[in-house]
């Protein structure tokens, strides 16, 4: 007779929860007071329904649990000899089977490895805080289509078993000849962060549903249990805000035995109901976190020494951090090695990563898939061209398989963690080994067994995985195939900075021991030749055979979120406003009178500029010229007229308004009948010409303007955006004039001043510099900018005395600015005045932390009120950057210490909860000094701020401010070296990718150009400098003729800051597209904002040709030519299109 051990544990380990009380009493009580199987079955209760039952373990005697795997020698389900005759008997737990119910041996292959059986998993991070257990609610309502399981099939039952425990087993219930059973069955089990069943347990385990069928007793039988067919139900929904959840969750039969045949396709199901009383996570929690699944397919290219021997187990591991100083350990055991053949299918379904069961198709995790793709699309190694040979070969032949996804739910903290974790290595290690599986009668692990478990690892390897992309944008997932090296300590540490094996070093979180993995006292003999051979050869063996390994690392929602398209497509919609309609034109008699005027006034200032050319300009002066003289002048200057052409193209110039005149005024359009009326007709017109020449050259002498003048339609603040652009394209001669013009629009604006001071600063010279410094000074003596920049500019000259003089009386005109503190001490310290320095620079440190406590104060007040705060930082001191077009405001006492921090969220990596970034006096003081393009004293503050290594090392500003100043110098090695730096601490600010990108730009890659500014605009926080990414983007898709997405980022750019090259961008993306009245529409905005740009008028002229409108051709050529259009391409362009139309050149 064979004796098989109850589901329950006799003893229990500090880390199972002992058994529920009550429910072995209800087990005790309902068999007899542990009688053995032999007896009278318990009678079933006498009402209808369900029996509730609540705990950790089953009640029922037979022991139908899932998991156990068989034993390595016999390939039979485990069991354990009857405990000695006449020893105590354990109230049900150690109940012994009697010979005829032997067959109830087989339902041991449901069982769960030794080591999970109580639920534990391998080091585990700490689920998100729940203060109580909140129970799980179960319940079965019905059966559906159970008689495509057995068509002959009378009675049933369920049992309900959850992380390798039994739940409960309902009452026998009658088949329905329509195939429904109505179990009503309720149970279940509580979840708690200390418990078996934590949150990390219920987002990777389903809740395993048996079907038993039931055979009455007959005579000299017993009743008969067998299981028919498994359900699984994912509790994920659970986590997801879900609080009851029902589902028809679809039956998988058990393979037929021999004697029996059962249906395979089975089309039966369980109507389940999953309730909680309570949410297991909040809204907040939950949005904060995040869902990681990680999903093994295979390995590839395997060692041929891999065999398919049952002693051996092929496992892989990684770890994930989580919050606090926890890690997560993800295992991945019970790899099947298949023979070289046909390809793994696509798409194949995921399994749940639970021990063996009964029906394997149970193990599939409903929708969802493994779906494969193109090489070139995935994310890891051997992607190239050159590799699909190689990988077309390697999944044909001998490979190990999982097909295994493992999931874990991330609090906001572990969110964080993973963050800085990929932020600071970018490389993971995941291990892979080949361990051996302990034979079952070997007995328990000795000390010395756990002393050598090292030389248990079998081809201990690694891969590495590119946790880069993770960061960018909108990225939630990555797949791909990674090599396998052998595992050294070195390369592990130099690429992962890990060091310490999971195999080797954490073992014991994993439990393997308890698995009878990775010990057994074989190892305490030496090992023999073939053992000796297989260690050595395992070192090299992983290269040699190229293996790889197939992973998915997703995400439920990205780390970095990217910008919705609706976003983007609501903003294109919005981009140009509506404009008020053009006043009508003035049509008739007074509009050709008025063009007549216009022409006379152009005709007579061009024949005094001929009498000046001739005769000069001093002898106006001189008084009265006598008759003869008036006229020899007269008789020269018509003879150069007439010699030169001049008077023929003055004639010509008068000639079209003339005729305006004779059909607008006169009416005139028809030949004349006699000569007489034609005559009459010219005298006529003679005298009314000559009348109103000489009302319009009176007009000219006497001062009087026909029309002033229109104003320009840019104001100040496109002014400086102007200037600024032209600055970027290195046209310092255009962006000189912007800013003089906006000086001229308002002398008394001290921001226009600066402007044009701190541009000469960097471009110009010293001199000219401070000539606009102390112009803003005499505007405004209290502006504490003004007295900071003559300083700055009196050093720059060497001016010292002067310097100090003004450092000083900017401290004594604000003695709460940071800035004038920090910049007096860096004065001081070229001066070699190290005391006065220090005690500058103590006093800004002293001003500093008394703003950072005021902040912290008001912060906390606004919470506490419920209200969302209002920082002072964002209230910043008012710096010269040309943004606005007010002057400087008088008392910035309050809010001069803020501009420092106006940029210091950027340097700070995003987290559910960011802290504020470190701040130092040096890096405030950067911010204002770049700004002004003081790049001496930016080396100085950032010698200090190197010095002071708040966290250890240079900040994320640090590096930015220092790779601004290389790229300003043109020093583009030191540039680059810098912004890899600032990637390395912070890759996600878009700040970094966008100066990364001028870097390329500058250095014509405009490869790598495009890529930084696509990731830059993909970001959901825009960048500092975003119209520049724009403008060269957008001139990169137009050199690439992608004019569909240069016309998208041409329009972004004017929503953002239109320009006259933001408008000429669209316009020429539209032009190339064929767009011809968006085009022209885009053009004519770009020439209402700068008539002076030559490109915008030849594409004008290329706009005219195109529509036969010569007139117009011709002018906007004239200008194209006289403004000096530089693109000698598009000169060309407009020269085959005159020759091929025939008009638009005057001179041919």
């Known amino acids: 007779m064979v004796a098989i051990q109850h589901r329950l544990p006799t003893r229990h380990s500090p880390e199972e929860p002992p058994p529920h009380r009550g429910l072995l009493r209800a087990a005790h009580s309902q068999h007899g007071g542990g009688r053995g199987l032999t007896g009278t079955p318990p009678a079933r209760a006498a009402r209808p329904g369900s029996r509730e039952v609540s705990g950790s373990c089953g009640s029922d005697p037979v022991a139908v649990v899932t998991g156990r795997e068989p034993s390595a020698e016999s390939g039979k389900p485990q069991v354990r000899a009857p405990p ?110 200390d418990g078996p069943n934590s949150l990390d347990v219920l987002v990777q385990k389903p809740l395993l549903l048996t079907v038993l069928e039931v055979v009455p007793k007959e005579k000299k039988k017993p009743e008969k249990i067998t299981p028919l067919a498994q359900a699984v139900v994912d509790l994920l929904p659970l986590l997801q805000g879900v609080r009851s959840l029902k589902v028809l969750a679809p039956l998988y039969a058990v393979p037929a035995s021999p004697s029996e045949m059962l249906h395979p396709e089975a089309t039966s199901g369980l109507e389940v109901t999953v309730s909680t009383k309570e949410l297991l996570l909040s809204a907040s929690q939950f949005s904060s976190g995040n869902l990681l699944s990680i999903t093994l397919e295979a390995a590839y290219s395997i060692p041929d020494a891999f065999t398919t021997d049952a002693q051996q187990n092929y496992m892989v591991c990684l770890q994930m951090p989580a919050a606090g100083e926890k890690e997560l350990l993800l295992l991945f055991k019970n790899g099947i090695l298949k023979a070289g053949g046909e390809k793994e299918p696509l798409p194949r379904p995921k399994n749940w990563p639970i021990g063996p069961i009964l029906a394997p198709g149970a193990l599939k995790i409903p929708d969802s898939f493994i779906v494969g793709g193109r090489y070139e699309d995935e994310d890891g190694e051997l992607t190239k061209g050159e590799d699909r040979e190689f990988r077309m070969q390697a999944e044909s032949t001998k490979r190990i398989v999982w097909d295994m996804e493992r999931r874990c739910f991330l609090d906001a903290a572990a969110v964080a963690v993973l963050q800085k974790r990929i932020a600071e ?71 992962t900075k890990i060091q310490h094996s999971i195999f080797r070093d954490l073992r014991s979180q994993l439990s393997l021991v308890k698995e009878g993995l990775g010990s057994s006292p074989v190892s305490k003999t030496a090992p023999n030749k073939t053992q000796k051979e297989e260690k050595d050869s395992s070192t090299t063996q992983y290269s040699e055979a190229g293996t790889f390994l197939m992973m998915e690392i997703k995400l439920d929602r990205p780390l970095v979120p990217k910008r919705l398209r609706e976003e983007l497509m609501r903003r294109v919609k919005e981009l140009i406003p509506p404009r008020p309609a053009l006043p009508p034109p003035t049509e008739g008699a007074k509009k050709v009178v008025e063009d007549y005027h216009k022409r006379v006034t152009s ?95 009176n007009k000219l002498l006497s001062g009087e303007d026909v029309s002033p003048a229109p104003p320009s339609c840019a104001t100040k603040k496109q002014l400086w955006l102007f200037a600024r652009e032209a600055e970027a394209n290195k046209d310092l001669k255009l962006a000189s004039l912007f800013y003089k013009q906006r000086i001229a629009r308002d002398q008394h604006s001290v921001e226009s001043w600066l402007d044009y001071g701190a541009f000469c600063l960097l471009y110009e010279d010293a001199t000219k510099a401070q000539e606009c410094f102390q112009q803003a000074v005499c505007l405004d003596p209290q502006n504490i900018h003004s007295v900071l920049l003559c300083g700055i500019a009196a050093v720059k000259l060497q001016h010292y005395e002067e310097a100090e003089i003004f450092f000083e009386d900017a401290c004594c005109l604000e003695p709460s600015s940071i800035i004038a503190w920090t910049l007096s001490g860096l004065f001081y310290e070229t001066q070699n005045n190290y005391i006065q320095a220090e005690r500058n620079f103590r006093e800004a440190t002293k001003l500093l932390r008394a703003q950072l406590e005021e ?23 008012k710096i010269p950057d040309g943004s606005g077009d ?243 391409a598009l000169l060309q362009e407009i020269r085959a299109a005159q020759r091929r139309f025939g008009f638009g050149d005057p001179s041919l």
């Not at 300009?617 to 007269?634: R, S």
């Not at 320009?1059 to 020439?1087: F, H, K, P």
């Open 886 to 1128: 007010e002057s400087p405001v008088e008392d910035v006492t309050s809010k001069e210490e803020a501009t420092a921090v106006q940029q210091a969220p950027e340097a700070s990596c995003p987290a559910p909860a960011p802290q504020p970034p470190p701040c130092t006096i040096f890096m405030k003081t950067v911010e204002f000094l770049i700004k002004v393009n003081a790049i001496r004293f930016v080396h100085k503050a950032l010698a200090h701020e190197l010095l002071l290594s708040l966290q250890g090392g240079p900040t994320f500003a640090y590096y930015m401010a220092l790779a601004w100043t290389y790229m300003m110098q043109e020093d583009f090695p030191r540039c680059e070296e810098c912004l890899g730096e600032a990637i390395q601490i912070d890759p996600v600010n878009p700040n970094v990718w966008a100066q990364k990108g001028h870097l390329c730009y500058l250095q014509k890659d405009f490869v790598n150009a495009k890529e930084c500014y696509e990731r830059v605009i993909s970001f959901v926080e825009d960048a500092v400098d975003l119209h520049f990414v724009y403008l060269r983007l957008g001139s990169i898709y137009l050199e690439e003729k992608e004019y569909g997405r240069a016309k998208h980022i041409y329009l972004l750019a004017c929503d953002n800051s239109a320009s006259c090259l933001t408008w000429l961008g669209v316009g020429i993306a539209c032009y190339r597209l064929q767009e011809m009245l968006e085009a022209e529409d885009a053009l004519s905005e770009a020439n209402a904002l700068n008539n002076t740009n030559a490109e915008v008028w030849g594409y004008l002229a290329l706009i005219c040709l195109q529509g036969g409108r010569q007139l117009e051709a011709e002018q906007c050529y004239k200008y194209t030519v006289k403004l000096g259009l530089q693109n000698e």
């Open 603 to 697: 005709v007579a200032i061009a024949i005094l500029g001929e009498y000046h050319k001739l005769f000069g300009k001093q002898q106006a002066d001189q008084g009265l010229i006598d008759h003869e003289t008036l006229e020899e002048q007269k008789r020269q200057l018509n003879y150069e007229l007439n010699t030169s052409g001049k008077y023929f193209a003055f004639k010509e110039q008068l000639k079209y308004s003339v005729v305006k005149i004779v059909r607008e005024k006169y009416l005139k359009t028809t030949a004349f009948e006699t000569k007489e009326q034609l005559q009459a007709f010219l005298s006529e017109l003679y005298v009314y010409l000559v009348d109103h020449m000489h009302i319009a050259l």
């Open 425 to 495: 290595c970018r490389y993971w290690p995941v291990e892979l080994c080949r361990m051996t599986v302990a034979s079952a009668g070997k007995g328990k692990v000795t000390k010395m067994d756990k002393g050598d478990e090292d030389k248990q690892i079998a081809f201990h390897g690694v891969a590495y995985i590119n946790m880069a992309p993770l960061l960018c944008p909108g990225v939630k997932q990555i797949r791909g195939a990674f090599r396998v090296f052998n595992y050294e300590d070195s390369e592990v540490f130099e690429k």
């Open 84 to 193: 000695p005759h006449g020893a105590p008997r354990a109230p049900v737990r150690n109940c012994r089977i009697p010979p005829e119910r032997e067959d109830l041996q087989n339902l041991r292959a449901m069982e769960v490895p030794a080591g999970l059986a109580s639920g534990k998993e391998p080091a585990a991070a700490a689920p998100p805080s729940v203060s109580l257990p909140i129970p799980v609610q179960i319940t079965v309502v019905s059966g559906e289509n159970l008689k495509t399981l057995k068509s002959n099939m009378l009675f049933s039952m369920v049992r309900v078993e959850y992380n390798g425990a039994v739940l409960g087993d309902s009452s026998k219930t009658h088949v329905m000849p329509d195939g429904t059973a109505e179990y009503d069955f309720s149970t279940s089990f509580e979840c708690s962060p």
């Open 855 to 877: 902040e912290e104060r008001i912060l906390e007040a606004a919470e506490g009120e419920g209200k969302k705060p209002s920082s002072p930082s964002t209230d910043t001191e």
